[in-house]
């Protein structure tokens, strides 16, 4: 008994870990059941692309038609497809895929058909990318449904160049369009929005569109249009029906329709007149309650901006009363601009307007200005209260005298410089007139002994210039000139000494009197009496260090000097 039970629990065991087995191997292959090249292997709870087992190996290579929807793929390898080189369509919907590498569908040249409804797939990297369909060129149907794809790049169906039919329908998540996301799509005959959350579109697909020459289909149904300015290209795009354009091919009674505005609800899109397509104006001033004062006998512009699509009415009232059915308003004048927003949204319309009134007069131009623009969607006004006064009598003083008090601050300003500048020209010219009329007054030269006896009878003392002199090779020598003024006794000059010729000193030029200056050389010169005492009076020379002059009479000057050379030579 107890041995019979024992086999009955063996045979369970075995049972499950069989089941388990089968089930494994039921996740990567599935029975090759081939039905005119179709090889369906759906709903097996597969997690990776299945291998075809069992059968000839020709009827391997002979399957062109795959369906392995609603299964629990996630990930498409570069090998997945390696088996089936001679795939024309795939089927891949409702599995999880969220991952499409790079070379996935390189082993496929020959797919025509990829239907990727119902994944998870987002154009990303990592995710769904341009890369992904560089290897299918010969695709010509193209579904990506019930995808979070949010949003479409440009030039991502670039290398898609037979690309007939695209549909993205009932997308998980509201998709956004750039520029250039259909080019490349040459023989795109049928395009399919259909069921999404779209309430408009970019205008700019209106060129996008024109951009596809084989384009004929659009599928816009099941959609909640809101049918104002934005959407007008829709309805412009749609009226090339009648010359070979584009067609709506909803079917009957499931063509797409405006939910908004109100006024439009439920109206079919297709065959509304172009002039419902409005925007409601919306102003652009800044709301405010301020009072605009403005002084009597001025000018004053008022200005109003708006958006608006179509422009609509103008007017401008004053008081509840309509500016332009009153008489007697010569001193008004209106002006109106009209702009493209282009920048913004080719749609939409940038709507200026002016009121100007001349010469204000309390009473009479005191009042609430509204500006106000409308059309089938609604209007939008501007509120401007002005009020005239009288110039206050103080302040107007304080502004006038503050105006002057600047004006003669700049006079007064320009007329110190002038006096500053023309008294440094004149010092400049004074000193460069009194240092020409010294030179020329006391120079002399060694053999010119009789100026040197007039300097000398012209002053009184015996005096010493003194520049020390420091040349090259340590060598150092005081030079001293006598000068003897010729009187009745005709004193002659003494003999000038100086150095040997081969240590270079620059021979100075003797100005006698009290200035002492020397050439090429750097000199610190200073005069004293024989007696070694310091002049009482003083007299500033042309060297800047000046000279001395006394009251005392001597018949001999001495001329000491030392000199320090520039260059060392």
Known sequence: MSSHHHRTECRVVTAFFLGLLVGALATTRCPLTLNAGRYACRGRGLKEVPVPIGGPEKNHHAIDDLDISNNFIEILHPDS????????????????????????????????????????????????????LTSLGGLRVLDLSENPIGYLPGQIFKPLVNLVELQLETMVRDVAFQRNCFEGLAALRRLSLAHNKFKTLPAFLAEEFRRLPSLKEVKLEGNSWNCDCHLSWISASMRWRAHGGLDDTSPEGNEPRCSQPEALANRPLFSLPHSEFQCAPVALNRETTQVHEAEVGATVTLVCNFHV??????????????????????????????????????????????????????????????????????????????????????????????????????????????????????????????????????????????????????????????????????????????????????GQSGPLQKPPAEHGLLLTRLYVGWTCEEQNAVAAPFWQTDSGQKPTQQRQGDYPTGGNRTSSHAPYYVRTVKVHTNDGH
Not at 87 to 100: A, G, S, V, Y
Not at 377 to 390: D, E
Not at 421 to 448: C, F, N
């Open 81 to 132: 497809f390696k088996p089936y080189p001679r795939l024309r369509i795939l089927r891949l919907e409702r599995n999880r895929l969220w991952r499409i590498t790079e070379e996935a569908f390189r082993s496929l040249p020959h797919l025509e058909q990829l239907y990727l409804r119902g994944n998870r797939l987002a154009i990303q990297p990592g995710g769904l990318n341009s890369r992904a």
């Open 309 to 490: 699509q179509p422009r609509g009415y103008i007017r401008w009232y004053k008081d509840d009363q309509v500016i332009q059915r009153r008489t007697g308003w010569q001193r008004l004048q209106q002006q109106q601009q009209q702009e493209s927003m282009t920048r913004v949204d080719r749609q939409l319309l940038l709507h200026q307007t002016n009121l100007t009134l001349f010469g204000v007069q309390p009473g009479r131009d005191d009042g609430l200005y509204v500006c106000e623009t409308g059309n089938k969607r609604g209007k939008a006004s501007v509120l401007f209260p002005l009020k005239v006064i009288y110039p206050d009598a103080e302040a107007r003083v304080a502004r006038l005298a503050a105006n002057n008090a600047l004006l003669l601050a700049l006079i007064l300003g320009g007329c110190l410089l002038m006096i500053l500048a023309a008294a440094v020209v004149a010092l400049l010219w004074y000193r460069k007139a009194k240092a020409a009329e010294g030179r020329a007054r006391l120079l002399t030269t060694p053999s010119s002994s009789s100026t040197a006896a007039a300097a000398a009878a012209a002053s009184d003392g015996l005096y010493t210039c003194e520049t020390k002199v420091e040349l090259a090779g340590d060598w150092s020598e005081t030079i001293t000139r006598l000068v003897e003024g010729e009187d009745q006794q005709g």
